[in-house]
């Protein structure tokens, strides 16, 4: 199971740190991902970290803003979001996928993120 937290209301430029707390199994051997919706729009994704090699990929639009991280011994993955702007406001959502496959199969509860200009 997945369980996101740390969403809230930030004005712009301000940070917040998201996290993604992994229970029930060992996705050791998967990616891990953050997803965003914001309304009226499709889920877009944001960023993901390989599990193993802590290898990461973000999206244009938050690279050099967001960083993504892994504890391993917490089993928890990180969102780290800086110099936030209005339209990152969305719910987001942590997910997993296999390494070598396409679909993220196992997804957590989203997270509010609002940003006031």
């Known amino acids: 199971q997945l369980q996101a937290s740390g969403g809230g209301l930030v004005q712009a430029g301000g940070s917040l740190r998201l996290s993604c707390a992994v229970s029930?199994?060992?996705?050791?051997?998967?990616?891990m991902g953050w997803f965003r919706q914001a309304p009226g729009k499709e889920r877009e994704f944001v960023t993901r970290i390989t599990w193993s090699t802590g290898s990461t990929y973000y999206a244009d639009s938050v690279k050099g803003r967001f960083t993504i991280s892994r504890d391993n011994a917490k089993n928890t993955v990180y969102l780290q979001m800086n110099s936030l702007k209005p339209e990152d406001t969305a719910v987001y959502y942590c997910?997993?996928?296999?390494?070598?496959?396409?679909?993220?199969?196992?997804w957590g509860q989203g997270t509010q993120v609002t940003v006031s200009s």
């Open positions: 997910a997993a996928k296999i390494v070598t496959g396409d679909e993220y199969a196992h």
């Open positions: 029930g199994r060992t996705f050791s051997t998967y990616a």
